[in-house]
């Protein structure tokens, strides 16, 4: 288990030509779980070609013309941006799972599937009609990812439990090439499944429903479905000591550094310019920049504590899941 760089709450498409099973589907399923139906299979293939989702450009690519030979090149990633993804509106308009009848009149749930294999979309083929036999060579050609029937007992929470699991795969494939690189960095929690398991935790058991990787002071930036953002900042045995270093070296009162070197509180400076570390301007009132840190004993030692993010570090407040849920549900009655 790892945790992906980054992920959000995303729409599932639902596409069925019996609109009185969509209308009813969508009415049973989770209402934290945004979905988009579709009877008609050319107008969700319009939307979907419209629909493909850029959350930016994270890796710049320099050109060294002095320094190296014309077939190398420089990769620069601006961690920054990451986490500024939760100042983007249409983050939560992305498709990223597809659920798919077999039978449709202008063409079936695997033609579909192959008109859009070149998208991003993980795909549950959701059927009363399609034998084992489709399923199965639908999932060896890679044009499916899962396959239900319509007739299985508990059928709708077998959906649920597959789209949520698919969504996950989702931003773990969007994020592997992120994720590889800054594993060679400062977040090789990304990494650790014992963190991965201590993360998903706090998401489900605070109601947490985003997360994107946070540059300085490093850690995961956590946001719940009103847009209030959490700071765990995670540090390493040796990011405590580099703590207790910088602030020594900017002559922190002596009960800061006592602190520091026995482990007992975990810093976030926010008010500082930069990286949240010490500066001379915190003076005595460090304590209430500080919490005692919880320790998570992974691929080696992690000593973690939540904050509150101050809005300083947003450009504009992030819009918050429960407001796209409400307008998204306005825009979806107005259009049935």
């Given amino acids: 288990m790892h945790l992906p760089v980054y992920s959000h709450p995303t729409l599932t498409v639902l596409v069925d030509d019996s609109d009185s099973f969509l209308k009813s589907l969508s009415f049973q399923l989770d209402p934290m779980l945004a979905s988009k139906t579709f009877h008609d299979t050319s107008a969700a293939l319009q939307w979907l070609r419209q629909s493909e989702a850029d959350d930016g450009v994270l890796l710049q690519v320099n050109f060294d013309m002095q320094n190296l030979t014309g077939d190398q090149c420089n990769i620069a990633l601006d961690l920054e941006r990451i986490y500024r993804i939760g100042e983007q509106r249409l983050r939560f308009a992305t498709p990223s799972v597809l659920v798919i009848d077999y039978s449709m009149p202008q063409m079936n749930g695997l033609e579909f599937c192959e008109a859009v294999s070149h998208l991003p979309c993980k795909k549950i083929l959701f059927t009363g009609t399609a034998d084992e036999k489709i399923a199965v060579n639908a999932f060896n050609r890679g044009l499916i990812d899962r396959y239900i029937k319509k007739s299985d007992d508990h059928a709708l929470d077998i959906l649920e439990v597959e789209v949520a699991a698919l969504q996950r795969s989702y931003f773990d494939d969007k994020s592997e090439t992120l994720r590889e690189l800054v594993l060679l960095h400062n977040y090789h929690f990304l990494g650790d499944p014992v963190l991965a398991s201590l993360v998903q935790h706090l998401m489900a058991s605070m109601g947490f429903v985003e997360h994107y990787i946070f540059p300085n002071p490093t850690g995961i930036l956590f946001l719940d479905k009103h847009g209030k953002a959490k700071l765990m900042m995670i540090e390493t045995e040796q990011g405590m000591y580099a703590q207790y270093e910088i602030a020594r070296d900017s002559d922190a009162p002596p009960s800061l550094l006592d602190a520091l070197l026995a482990r007992r509180v975990l810093p976030f400076f926010s008010d500082a310019q930069g990286d949240g570390m010490y500066s001379?301007?915190?003076?005595?009132?460090?304590?209430?920049?500080?919490?005692?840190?919880?320790?998570?004993?992974?691929?080696?030692?992690?000593?973690?504590?939540?904050?509150?993010?101050?809005?300083?570090?947003?450009?504009?407040?992030?819009?918050?899941?429960?407001q796209f849920l409400k307008e998204h549900a306005a825009l979806e009655s107005v259009a049935a």
């Fill in 280 to 322: 001379r301007q915190v003076g005595d009132s460090w304590h209430r920049y500080c919490a005692a840190p919880q320790v998570c004993q992974g691929s080696e030692t992690y000593y973690w504590a939540l904050f509150d993010l101050p809005t300083h570090y947003f450009d504009q407040q992030p819009y918050a899941y429960a």
